[in-house]
């Protein structure tokens, strides 16, 4: 048997790409924690981690094994705040799952209304990435997930309740930057900066479409940041682009923020709930009645149970 606290040695280490940093956030020493992780390695009989002065990466099998590791962790950690529910006597409670942070916009205002309407549910939430939401769906950890666009899974259902435009960050010096409206031809020998997170990928889907054409693929770099963090990385002919939590116009230090444009007006990106055919929380019931009466969706659309 494997002991849990190895695995989230190992998990913690492959996060931060350090020994050290995995150990500070375990308060215990480097040391501990490097020799709890050789002696897992040494019970699996693999290297997880490649180590260098640098730090340390998984391996390809490690890869694999952490990957598995991760979901063990999870569904104990889910076991866990089910059961705290359970004993609290909280059924009645929304288990909401968010792919991306929630600073503001539509959904943080909807939120907070559902929230003031029904003081008597209590909300849970967790972030994670777009396969540990839906996974989380399907297996009843969570009874909604906040994502961009629609789920393929046959289990799971999704609407679009409302969309967030996209946000360009532009270098003050930029000859964009003077421009109060810019289209996505303007763009088109830019270098396009987005986050590896939530929703980048599907901003990343996006700019391809929009720009792609015979002889010409737009410049796309994922980075692994939040995508604030990306802003310091924009110079020169380096576009960040995110959606949402960033300003449509004005400046920010060094850039200045635009939303970028198509023949049919402004870019938005729809934003998915997505919820598993046949949850009989009463609490997903409520928000899901709660969001179609403040979008002014069709209630029909949106049965909890099949």
Request: charged fraction near 20%; aromatic fraction near 8%.
């Amino acid at each position: 048997m494997i002991e849990i606290h190895l695995l989230r040695y190992a998990l913690a280490a492959a996060d931060t790409g350090s020994f050290r940093q995995a150990a500070d956030r375990f308060r215990v020493k480097q040391s501990t924690l490097s020799k709890h992780i050789l002696y897992l390695e040494q019970r699996l009989g693999l290297a997880i981690f490649a180590r260098s002065t640098r730090g340390v990466v998984p391996t390809e099998p490690g890869a694999v094994f952490l990957a598995r590791a991760r979901w063990i962790v999870d569904d104990i950690d889910a076991l866990g705040r089910d059961t705290s529910a359970i004993a609290r006597g909280r059924r009645d409670t929304l288990r909401l799952g968010l792919g991306y942070p929630i600073v503001a916009g539509a959904f943080s205002a909807a939120l907070r209304s559902y929230a003031d309407c029904h003081p008597e549910r209590a909300i849970e939430a967790t972030e994670g990435s777009r396969a540990t939401l839906l996974r989380g769906l399907s297996t009843d950890r969570i009874d909604v997930a906040i994502l961009p666009g629609l789920s393929l899974a046959p289990e799971i259902r999704s609407f679009s309740f409302w969309s967030e435009p996209l946000s360009l960050a532009i270098a003050a010096g930029h000859g964009l930057a003077a421009q109060e409206r810019i289209y996505w031809t303007d763009l088109r020998d830019c270098t396009f900066l987005v986050t590896a997170a939530e929703p980048g990928p599907d901003i990343a889907q996006m700019i391809r479409a929009r720009l792609s054409a015979p002889g010409h693929c737009p410049c796309v770099e994922t980075q692994a940041v939040s995508p604030q963090s990306l802003l310091p990385l924009v110079s020169g002919n380096r576009v960040a682009v995110s959606f949402g939590s960033q300003p449509p116009s004005g400046s920010h230090d060094a850039a200045v923020f635009r939303v970028p444009h198509d023949a049919f007006g402004p870019t938005r990106l729809e934003q998915g709930v997505h919820w598993r055919v046949g949850n009989r929380n009463p609490a997903l019931a409520a928000f899901l009645d709660h969001m179609a009466r403040r979008f002014e969706s069709a209630p029909g659309e949106l049965e909890v149970t099949p």
